[in-house]
């Protein structure tokens, strides 16, 4: 079993920043892709920004710019640097992580239990 565990979220004035770190334990070979999703109270999740197992990165449209994301193989840890925080920013923040499953022979996605991010107007 694989676990994900968030730390860094917080209360931040707008204009402010943060930086999330979740780090991954259990059964791990291996990571692929890692990523960061984010949900506000009556709204879908949504995806944020994402890393390949290569460094490549991906970003939202309304964080890029702004939010970095990056990875340490060596400590099986993700990063989520946040700046430029704005109140529309404010959501439960997760972490996501695809990792490959051998004994099935498929590609698992495993999740964190969330923390929040709450930027103040």
């Known amino acids: 079993q694989v676990h994900l565990v968030e730390s860094g979220g917080g209360l931040v004035q707008a204009g402010g920043s943060l930086r999330l770190s979740c780090v991954a334990s259990g059964s791990i070979r291996s990571i692929n892709a890692m990523g960061w999703y984010r949900q506000a109270p009556g709204k879908q999740r949504e995806l944020v920004a994402t890393?390949?197992?290569?460094?490549?990165?991906n970003y939202a449209d309304s964080v890029k710019g702004r939010f970095t994301i990056s990875r340490d193989n060596a400590k099986n840890t993700v990063y989520l640097q946040m700046n430029s925080l704005k109140p529309e920013d404010t959501a439960v923040y997760y972490c996501?992580?695809?990792?490959?499953?051998?004994?099935?022979?498929?590609?698992?996605?495993?999740w964190g239990q969330g923390t929040q991010v709450t930027v103040s107007s």
């Open positions: 996501n992580a695809a990792i490959t499953d051998w004994r099935i022979g498929k590609e698992l996605k495993y």
């Open positions: 890393i390949t197992s290569g460094s490549s990165t």
